[in-house]
């Protein structure tokens, strides 16, 4: 069974800077892609970065030029750079894997956990 560890999360203040990881630990055939998502309470959970299996990347317009989204393809573990962080930024953090457990299985999504990310002002 897939599972996601999510760690890095935490208090910083504005300006400050996070880096959030998330390991997959299970059978993986293939990924096709991971990112991050975020949520606060009252609102719908959000995009925020994702890496393809290719390396293509994308960002929320909110967060690109100071997030930086990276994959170690060798752990199967994706990261999340958070510079010049925001109190706006402050939410639960999701990892997201898009990957297939075999040749012939349907694409698999697992979520982790969630981290709390807080910036004060």
């Known amino acids: 069974q897939m599972q996601l560890v999510e760690s890095g999360g935490g208090l910083v203040q504005a300006g400050g800077s996070l880096k959030l990881s998330c390991a997959a630990k299970?059978?993986?055939?293939?990924?096709?892609?991971m990112g991050w998502y975020r949520q606060v309470p009252g609102k719908q959970r959000e995009l925020v970065a994702v890496i393809a299996s290719g390396g293509r990347t994308d960002y929320a317009d909110s967060v690109k030029d100071r997030f930086t989204i990276s994959r170690d393809n060798a752990k199967n573990t994706v990261y999340l750079q958070m510079n010049s962080l925001k109190p706006e930024d402050t939410a639960v953090y999701y990892c997201n894997l898009k990957s297939y457990i075999n040749s012939w299985s349907p694409v698999s999504i697992t979520w982790g956990q969630g981290t709390q990310v807080t910036v004060s002002s």
């Open positions: 299970g059978s993986i055939f293939s990924i096709t892609s």
